[in-house]
């Protein structure tokens, strides 16, 4: 029996995020990179108890990541947050009461050149999939079929080296609203 979907949110706060949810690559390495912005609704104001996941192939161009790169409390276990020793290819960000996130991860490979994106905010039925592209790879196939409106959307800005803007829109008009992939559920 299939069962109506409930909105995803605001819940965050509890078991979700953990301490350096936002430190992807290792703490030091000198190939990190800042990406950050604002994550809005269809007004345009900011949305304070979004949730972010990030999701990336290594420099390398390996997919897996690196599992059990969070630490937990040895006497009663709860997650106390990353090694900060390992990529993990893996993130995950709350907004914060400005509606901004911030995530420090090592540059993506040439052929899968963007950070996967997951959205999860109040009034969503289900979660959003987007991706994040670095500059000078608008000619990866993704980007190539859209509009240079649309594609606008899912590359992100360099602010100065090493630090790009990405913002969210979840709604708006054509030109504004963030390019969200579908996947097809139904497989």
Known sequence: MITP??????FYGYALPFA???EIAPAGDPRTVTVH???RDGAGEPVPDALLEFWQAGPDGRRTGAPGSLRRDPAGGAVVGRDGLVFTGFGRVPTDADGHYVVRTL??????PYLSVAVFARG??????TRAYFPGHEDDALLAALPARRRATLVAREESA???RFDIRIQGSDAEETVFLDFDRSR
């Open 5 to 10: 979907s409930q909105t995803v949110g605001p």
């Open 20 to 22: 350096r949810g936002g």
């Open 37 to 39: 912005g604002v994550v």
């Open 107 to 112: 540059p993506p490979p040439p052929d899968a």
């Open 124 to 129: 969503l039925l289900h979660h959003l999939h």
């Open 162 to 164: 090493g630090v790009h």
